[in-house]
């Protein structure tokens, strides 16, 4: 009887692990840039971290991670208001999708935008 609980115990110690990644499913951080920041360079690297994933995209592009599930990307820019968007998948269907905003204003609209030196006293 004790053998028969003991296979019955780990059959559901066995079903915890196994359905574990199937409930938590994709786990995906940007961790460069920040969200929302203002960048005065065109270029711009993404980095990141994806966790139980099987397949990771950036604006529809499939991208890849290292075998501790970190990313890097490299982005371009353009002039004003950016999205992008990072979406991953896991081998169960289960999806998550992570909008990246960024404002991008050369160095020279900063400098044309900013107040003239009001020579003082």
Same mark, same amino acid.
């Given at each position: 009887?004790? *053998? *028969?609980?003991? =296979?019955?115990?780990?059959? %559901? =110690? #066995?079903? #915890?692990?196994?359905?574990?990644? #199937?409930?938590?499913?994709?786990?995906?951080?940007?961790?460069?840039?920040?969200?929302?920041?203002?960048?005065? +360079?065109?270029?711009? %690297?993404?980095?990141?971290?994806?966790?139980? *994933?099987?397949?990771? +995209?950036?604006?529809?592009?499939? *991208?890849?991670?290292?075998?501790?599930?970190?990313?890097?990307?490299?982005?371009?820019?353009?002039?004003? #208001?950016?999205?992008? +968007?990072?979406?991953?998948?896991?081998?169960?269907?289960?999806?998550?999708?992570?909008?990246?905003?960024? %404002?991008?204003?050369?160095? %020279?609209?900063?400098?044309?935008?900013?107040?003239?030196?009001?020579?003082?006293?």
């Amino acid at each position: 009887m004790s *053998i *028969i609980a003991l =296979v019955a115990l780990g059959l %559901v =110690v #066995y079903a #915890y692990f196994q359905s574990r990644e #199937y409930l938590r499913g994709p786990v995906l951080t940007i961790e460069e840039p920040l969200n929302g920041s203002m960048s005065t +360079t065109s270029l711009v %690297v993404l980095f990141g971290r994806a966790n139980n *994933i099987s397949f990771l +995209t950036l604006n529809g592009k499939q *991208i890849f991670t290292d075998e501790q599930g970190r990313f890097k990307e490299s982005l371009l820019l353009q002039e004003g #208001y950016n999205i992008m +968007t990072l979406e991953a998948k896991d081998r169960f269907g289960h999806s998550v999708e992570k909008r990246l905003e960024l %404002v991008y204003k050369s160095e %020279v609209a900063v400098a044309s935008s900013s107040p003239p030196f009001q020579g003082g006293e």
